[in-house]
């Protein structure tokens, strides 16, 4: 367990923004080591999925560090904000100027050179590294063409590693949002891509887990491509005691805190922490951390995001909204004649199509294993409670 003291006991001892590293960072050795190996394997590829905010890219980016620490080269692209294939591409040449620059300081030109396309070459304003990055007008160019680009920045990045006889690790996150661009033809492409490479490895991660898993059935392009790496929520317990010893240690007496925190906000690792940096701050000034202190720790986060609630609520339709209460106020069953009935769902066609709108908009999670859905964010199902409930002339709790 990783619960070394903050610096300055005044100082929050959780953080929940960015990427988060050293004593803010606990746990994960198990997925730390699987994407290490996959890294310093020439061929190896990973896929690394599960729900958003279960702290991946904060375990990828130490993994990375560990990698290079050993001698390795590694480097993180982060597709998740890409508009266009050549978006993509340039996230690449991006992160492979980096590493390169850091790793190989002679590198980045035999890198261009291997790409046989137009480059500019910018230093980064931060390190002064060259970053390299495709003609801007590249990004209106044909589908076919903005593929080819991709294709040629990731063969060069493996015909450099052939030429210094090494391994490069390329990480993908938000992997999935190549179906953005092009459907299965896009993910196809990328399979096309990454499959006859020999000296470069893979990890692709992603975040949306009903998308991933379709892109991994079987006549799918990923189906049986990579080893899979399921990133699950941190063991409860673990959790629990490390929030409770990171708030002791910095001033705030707690005992079973941790345990409550992880029960009220929980499986999703930055919504707890999210709380317990909450309850910190509510608790400075006491002797100690409560179970009250958690309720009201979780109320105020809620309140903070009360202007984003309050606009998506006023974007759904009136059935997704139904649907929506429903969900929060626990009802497992959306297509019996009572749930219908109560929460004005129509038929029990309409429910399930709103909710498996919802789902896919990620608002909504299907359970696993028993029927029924949660919210993607706890916080949502909170707000949903208490300020919607009375529609139905119930009060909230």
């Known amino acids: 367990m990783e619960s070394a003291l903050p610096s300055d006991k005044s100082a929050n001892p959780f953080r929940i923004h960015g990427v988060v ?82 790793r190989w300081k002679d590198s980045v030109s035999d890198f261009v050179r291997g790409l046989g396309v137009s480059i500019t070459l910018t230093p980064d304003a931060t390190t002064g590294v060259i970053v390299p990055s495709l003609d801007v ?38 992997f999935q949002e190549i179906q953005r661009f092009g459907g299965e033809v896009a993910e196809w492409h990328l399979r096309g891509i990454i499959q006859h490479h020999q000296r470069v490895s893979y990890v692709l991660a992603g975040s949306q887990a009903h998308i991933i898993e379709r892109m991994l059935d079987k006549g799918r392009a990923f189906y049986n491509l990579a080893d ?5 929520p941190i063991d409860a317990g673990h959790l629990a005691t490390w929030i409770d010893d990171r708030m002791t240690n910095a001033g705030v007496k707690a005992q079973g805190v941790g345990a409550e925190i992880v029960a009220a906000a929980g499986p999703r690792t930055r919504d707890v922490v999210q709380v317990a940096r909450q ?30 609630f309050q606009a998506n609520w006023h974007g759904f339709t009136a059935l997704k909204q139904n649907v929506l209460r429903a969900v929060a106020l626990g009802v497992s069953g959306l297509t019996t004649a009572e749930s219908i009935a109560t929460f004005g769902l129509t038929s029990s066609g309409a429910a399930s199509h ?41 009060g909230s709790s």
Not at 80 to 93: M, P
Not at 371 to 387: D, I, K, L, Q, S
């Open 279 to 308: 309850c910190f701050d509510n608790s400075r000034g006491e002797d100690a951390a409560t179970r009250a202190s958690v309720a009201i720790a979780f109320d105020d986060v809620v309140a903070e995001q009360e202007a984003v």
């Open 354 to 394: 709103a909710a498996s709108a919802l789902v896919e908009a990620g608002h909504l999670v299907k359970l696993r294993g028993t029927p029924g859905y949660t919210y993607e964010n706890p916080f949502f199902r909170r707000w949903v409670e208490t300020e919607t409930a009375a529609d139905l002339g119930r």
């Open 228 to 232: 899979q790496l399921e990133f699950g």
């Open 21 to 102: 590293e050293d004593e803010f960072f606990t746990d994960r050795a198990t997925e730390i080591a699987r994407i290490v190996k996959t890294l310093a394997e020439p061929a190896a590829k990973l896929m690394v999925y599960g729900p958003r905010r279960m702290g991946k890219t904060s375990a990828i980016v130490r993994a990375i560090a560990r990698h290079e620490a050993a001698g390795g080269v590694a480097l993180l692209a982060d597709m998740s904000t890409a508009s266009t294939i050549v978006d993509v591409a340039n996230r690449v040449l991006a992160a492979a100027g980096r590493a390169l620059g850091r």
């Open 137 to 174: 007008k590249m990004r209106t160019a044909s589908e076919d063409e903005q593929r080819n680009s991709l294709t040629r920045t990731l063969d060069a990045l493996d015909g450099l590693a052939r030429e210094r006889n090494t391994t490069i690790g390329v990480v993908l996150d938000e």
